[in-house]
């Protein structure tokens, strides 16, 4: 049984593809670009994604800002379009404001600074990242299922959007 007390992916809906719409997507940096690769990696090998009133199944999933608003394009595993939601990112500007913050001086530190000034940033970090993640699960509340996992990798991917390098 995994941390979350979801046991692998049976029984629930979950992504099998997402894509970043390109056009979103700014030039970034090396770390940026890491990120993102890792957090969709992530995001296909284990998640629970279930857009609420559709049959459970398997999803693509686009994801992309328009008009400074964040948008799931969902469909299912022939493309067929199941869903879209737009939500806002007014609720995300501070949070985002703040990882990036925090980012950029933990990436600094990790090429200088001591092993406990790096850990001290980067439970900083992760409570952002957390904090992120769980004003997400609250947006998508009533549209998409997803657990804190997924949450966490969506949120990542919220911000590589976000990223304006």
């Not at 857009?51 to 992309?64: A, D, E, I, R």
């Not at 990882?99 to 600094?108: A, G, P, R, V």
């Amino acid at each position: 049984m995994k941390a979350n007390g979801m046991v692998g992916n049976e029984g629930h809906g979950r992504l099998i593809d997402v894509v970043l719409d390109e056009t979103s997507i700014a030039p970034s940096t090396p770390d940026i670009e890491h990120e993102r690769r890792v957090a969709i990696y992530d995001l296909i090998e284990e998640n629970r994604f279930e857009p609420v009133g559709k049959p459970q199944g398997t999803f693509k999933l686009k994801l992309s800002i328009v008009d400074r608003k964040l948008v799931f394009d969902i469909s299912d595993a022939d493309g067929e379009p199941v869903v879209t939601h737009i939500l806002s990112l007014t609720p995300f500007r501070r949070v985002v404001k703040d990882y990036f913050l925090i980012c950029d001086s933990y990436y600094q530190a990790i090429r200088t600074a001591s092993p406990s000034k790096i850990e001290a940033i980067d439970m900083g970090r992760r409570g952002l990242h957390n904090e992120g993640s769980r004003l997400l699960m609250e947006r998508l509340e009533g549209k998409i299922r997803i657990d804190l996992d997924t949450a966490r990798r969506l949120f990542t991917l919220l911000c590589v959007l976000h990223w304006k390098g």
